[in-house]
């Protein structure tokens, strides 16, 4: 959402889809779109999202669990800016920005075969690696201020700082969540009113099975 908003297609529309949340045959139908009778119950033309996108941007979250046949045709939207509707004669053109986020390793995902080495490159223009915040640990005082003035005004609580102890105990967690765990005890303390339920639930953290993190999610760009 920065890059849009701070891009010069920021009053143009803005449409997220989300590649992991639809199995294959609607996913492509939310993609692109349908013309009427295109299958059972298709009533009327349905826009897809790259349509409503056309002069914007689109954002394909989870673009690796994307099945291999919708990466080809994206390929073909990313190289001639035109796809065909579901049961469509006519190709429709698109001039859309694509923004993609993945939380594995698109590298490593081409070499195993499951993901197009040609889309690869053809997304690859620019990346933006966000590591784990664990690799970041600076910035938990700026999102921990983000997050209680956000949920303070939300829940209309007074605000005020963590104290020294639960600062410096959220500056040497691991934090496997990432931002959102993050987001989500500060949310908590707010709406509860006290530190310690969140302190207790980070010693129970590093004590269990979850203190193990996998390094894959240095790789997640969805967690900003």
């Not at 933006?128 to 949920?151: G, Q």
Request: glycine share 8%.
């Amino acid at each position: 959402r920065a890059l849009y908003q701070l891009g010069d297609r920021c009053d143009q529309p803005f449409v997220k889809v989300n590649c992991a949340a639809l199995p294959s045959e609607l996913l492509e139908s939310e993609l692109f779109g349908f013309e009427k009778g295109a299958f059972t119950g298709a009533q009327k033309r349905k826009l897809g999202k790259f349509e409503y996108a056309n002069r914007g941007t689109i954002f394909l979250d989870e673009i690796s669990e994307m099945p291999p046949g919708l990466q080809a045709k994206l390929l073909q939207v990313l190289q001639d800016g035109e796809f065909s509707r579901l049961g469509g004669e006519a190709d429709v053109k698109v001039d859309t920005r694509i923004i993609a986020a993945t939380n594995r390793n698109l590298e490593q995902a081409v070499r195993d075969g499951e993901f197009r080495e040609d889309l690869y490159y053809r997304l690859n223009v620019v990346t933006i690696l966000v590591p784990p915040l664990r690799d970041r640990i600076d910035a938990v005082p700026l999102l921990t201020e983000h997050f209680l003035r956000i949920y303070g005004e939300q829940y209309g609580k007074p605000t005020r700082g963590l104290s020294a102890e639960t600062m410096q105990v959220l500056m040497s967690y691991h934090w496997p969540g990432n931002v959102r765990e993050l987001e989500n005890m500060i949310k908590r303390m707010v709406v509860l009113g006290n530190e310690n339920a969140v302190l207790q639930e980070i010693q129970n953290q590093e004590a269990g099975p979850m203190s193990k993190t996998n390094d894959d999610d240095a790789f997640d760009l969805s967690s900003i």
